[in-house]
């Protein structure tokens, strides 16, 4: 009989192969994240009187909050500030609202995972995808509503897309990473739903980024915070009618790259060991 | 003898915060070969749930070695713990079918037979959460039996539902027993682990205490209990 050995021998020995000896191919993979996605967002709207409508409410309720706070009672100079902070909120509820629901989805499927060998990236990419499905209707929704007001600038919608794709590579590499160190600590979700409050501050969701005063600050924040970028670079579209600025779209994917690798490589090293941190809990 | 799968000496503890750990399994030895069905008996926290998962990949042993034969594929037969209450059996089933690797053409027209076998009626529409003890396993077992798996792993699948679906679960998993298949049965109905194992061992703390042919391991294991009361 072969002796003993440590976890650390057995992963570097057999990490591989083991991967691969999951069942489904990538093909099955993906449909199984839209399956599992799909039937959430069913069995969500089910469980409210108002349904699939809540994906139209509540961020309208948001922005009505905000909005009451901000102009009515702040009076913020911001000019069509109502449309200047549905683009942002828009954009941060998506990121923040992903990232969250794919930090406890690995949690939340535990039933699935006792049952199953099976890849976890799967549960929190199926939160995402969840995520991507709502604010396709959102969006479209907040389109309609800029081009009845005649508030919107559509020249260059289709950038629209490449940076829908970015802020997917960010949220799936900032979701990925947030389910994996909720698996090893619960306590990481406070950290989580903290550190959303915190984007929310910082990012420029309410207030505009380029008003601030010393350009290198307005700098640091644009290249340390994604967001801010990301936001940015929506109302540069929608709102302004120009094309965001190609250095800070560059650092933006690179970023957004990095982390989903660093997601990516992590859930490759911890694969075999997520079940067992979960199910023994 | 083709072994389809071979555990060397596989230990695995949790972790149970405080700096302290539960030996859930310690030092398994067992090879499984085409054509076995292997009975698993023992107490609550014996380690019998935790056996199967490591042999279904679901869990990782801390120390030692699990070998599956090339392209062998072992699945878990649960009571649907992956359930999700607000989606109807049909959607469930459908799940489940995508999860053992169906693609989405082929898990689609594996319904019709699932409600067939499930004898649910309407119900199999309903939400999941409107279901009985009984329906669920009901739904678990039709959705579980088109697993094409080489080793089933069978963790108490059998001993829900009323006597008629048992019946029909026995003998519908009987005839998918072929030869070229393992089975690992687990359950506290020593009645069933006779008529479905030829061999059984033994769970006690983590570790097999006593192993061999089904009826002389069940005689062992009974009168253990009865002297341990």
Redesign the interface.
């Known amino acids: 009989?072969?002796?003993?050995?440590?976890?650390t021998r057995?992963n570097q020995q057999h990490l591989l192969p083991?991967l691969l000896?999951?069942?489904?191919t990538t093909?099955?993979y993906l449909?199984?994240i839209d399956?599992?996605a799909r039937?959430?967002l069913?069995?969500?709207a089910?469980?409210f009187y108002l349904g699939y409508f809540w994906w139209l409410l509540e961020p309208a309720l948001y922005i009505a909050v905000f909005y009451a706070v901000f102009q009515l009672l702040l009076d913020s100079r911001q000019p069509d500030y109502l449309y200047f902070l549905a683009v942002g909120k828009l954009t941060f509820i998506w990121f923040s609202k992903s990232v969250v629901q794919a930090s406890f989805s690995i949690e939340t499927?535990r039933?699935?995972?006792?049952?199953?060998?099976?890849r976890k990236e799967v549960f929190p990419l199926a939160a995402i995808q969840q995520g991507f499905y709502r604010q396709l209707v959102v969006l479209s929704f907040l389109l309609v509503l800029l081009f009845l007001s005649g508030k919107g600038q559509f020249h260059y919608w289709f950038w629209l897309l490449p940076l829908m794709f970015v802020q997917m590579l960010l949220i799936s590499g900032v979701g990925l990473l947030a389910a994996l160190v909720v698996c090893w600590h619960k306590d990481f979700q406070h950290l989580i739903q903290l550190g959303m409050m915190f984007l929310l501050f910082v990012s420029g969701v309410f207030w505009d980024v380029n008003a601030v005063a010393d350009a290198d600050v307005r700098r640091w924040l644009l290249l340390l915070n994604p967001l801010a970028t990301l936001i940015d670079a929506y109302r540069q579209i929608l709102l302004f009618g120009s094309l965001p600025k190609t250095d800070l779209m560059s650092v933006l994917l690179c970023q957004s790259l990095l982390l989903l690798s660093i997601a990516v490589g992590a859930y490759r090293i911890f694969q075999?060991?997520i079940?067992?941190r979960v199910?023994?809990? | 003898m083709t072994h389809l799968l071979t555990l060397d000496n596989v230990s695995l503890s949790f972790d149970m915060g405080a700096n302290s750990r539960y030996d859930a399994l310690s030092g398994i030895r067992l090879q499984i070969a085409a054509g076995d069905r292997v009975g698993v008996v023992g107490a609550n926290g014996s380690g019998k749930s935790t056996l199967l998962k490591i042999m279904a990949k679901i869990f990782e042993p801390e120390t030692g070695h699990v070998e599956w034969a090339p392209n062998v594929t072992a699945s878990l037969l649960t009571l649907g713990l992956g359930f999700r209450p607000d989606l109807s059996g049909r959607d469930n089933a459908y799940l489940s079918c995508l999860l053992m690797g169906l693609s989405s053409k082929a898990a689609s027209s594996c319904l019709d037979e699932i409600e067939s076998f499930c004898e649910l009626g309407s119900f199999f529409d309903q939400p999941v959460k409107f279901y009985s003890t009984g329906m669920r396993a009901r739904l678990a077992f039709g959705s579980a039996l088109l697993n094409q798996s080489q080793v089933l792993l069978i963790d108490e699948v059998l001993s829900v539902g009323d006597s008629v679906f048992r019946e029909k679960a026995r003998q519908a998993l009987e005839e998918r027993l072929s030869p070229e298949r393992a089975a690992i049965i687990v359950s506290h109905n020593l009645g069933q682990i006779s008529s479905l194992a030829d061999t059984a061992i033994v769970m006690e703390r983590g570790e097999i205490s006593a192993s061999g042919a089904v009826d002389d391991v069940l005689n062992v294991y009974q009168r253990s209990t009865v002297s341990s009361r």
């Open positions: 009989m072969a002796p003993s050995f440590s976890i057995y083991y000896e999951f069942q489904l093909i099955q449909t199984l399956t599992l039937f959430h069913r069995g969500e089910r469980q499927n039933g699935l995972l006792s049952q199953v060998a099976i075999s060991r079940a067992v199910l023994s809990r």
